[in-house]
């Protein structure tokens, strides 16, 4: 290490510790994220009740961790869950394999699964990390402002 990086590091030491830290009081005052951020899984319905997800597996396929479990069942005329021929009987993400990666976003051609922007998934035992279906139709309980990001920023 030559005297010249030194200095400079020193410099980029200096300049910070004379900057005023930046105090956010968590969790009454969330950070916002940006919009391209991948959170939470959520699954969709349509307007009228019926979901989104016909069971097609894609999202499966697709899913680089393994973590999501999709066992699909037929549409009855008595028991109509989606709109399609079939519906997701179980669907089951495990989120302690998840890599949030978006894939299963990407692969699904209904848009029934997003990743939304909220970040808070902690829970206390192991069973709670795996999301069912109930659980991914429901909106997040604690949602998270978004970021407005500036004309031109990557």
Same mark, same amino acid.
């Given at each position: 290490?030559s005297?010249?990086?030194?200095?400079?590091?020193?410099?980029?030491?200096?300049?910070?510790?004379?900057?005023?830290?930046?105090?956010?009081?968590?969790?009454?005052?969330?950070?916002?994220?940006?919009?391209?951020?991948?959170?939470?899984?959520?699954?969709?319905?349509?307007?009228?009740?019926?979901?989104?997800? /016909?069971?097609?597996?894609?999202?499966?396929?697709?899913?680089? @961790?393994?973590?999501?479990? $999709?066992?699909?069942? *037929?549409?009855?005329?008595?028991?109509? $869950?989606?709109?399609? #021929?079939?519906?997701a009987?179980?669907?089951?993400?495990?989120?302690?394999?998840?890599?949030?990666?978006?894939?299963?976003?990407?692969?699904?051609?209904?848009? @029934?699964?997003?990743?939304?922007?909220?970040?808070?998934?902690? *829970?206390?035992?192991?069973? @709670?990390?795996?999301?069912?279906?109930?659980?991914?139709?429901?909106?997040?309980?604690?949602? /998270?402002?978004?970021?407005? #990001?500036?004309?031109?920023?990557?």
């Open positions: 290490m005297r010249t990086d030194s200095i400079a590091g020193f410099k980029v030491t200096f300049q910070t510790m004379l900057k005023k830290p930046e105090t956010i009081g968590y969790p009454e005052r969330k950070t916002p994220v940006f919009p391209r951020f991948r959170g939470r899984h959520r699954l969709w319905t349509h307007d009228n009740g019926l979901e989104k997800c /016909v069971g097609c597996s894609l999202c499966v396929a697709a899913c680089p @961790a393994d973590c999501i479990r $999709v066992v699909a069942e *037929e549409n009855t005329p008595e028991n109509r $869950v989606s709109a399609g #021929e079939r519906y009987r179980i669907y089951e993400i495990n989120m302690l394999r998840c890599i949030f990666c978006g894939y299963c976003e990407l692969a699904c051609p209904f848009d @029934a699964i997003t990743l939304e922007a909220e970040y808070e998934m902690s *829970e206390r035992g192991r069973e @709670a990390e795996i999301y069912h279906k109930d659980m991914l139709l429901a909106p997040h309980p604690k949602p /998270v402002p978004l970021r407005h #990001e500036e004309p031109g920023a990557e």
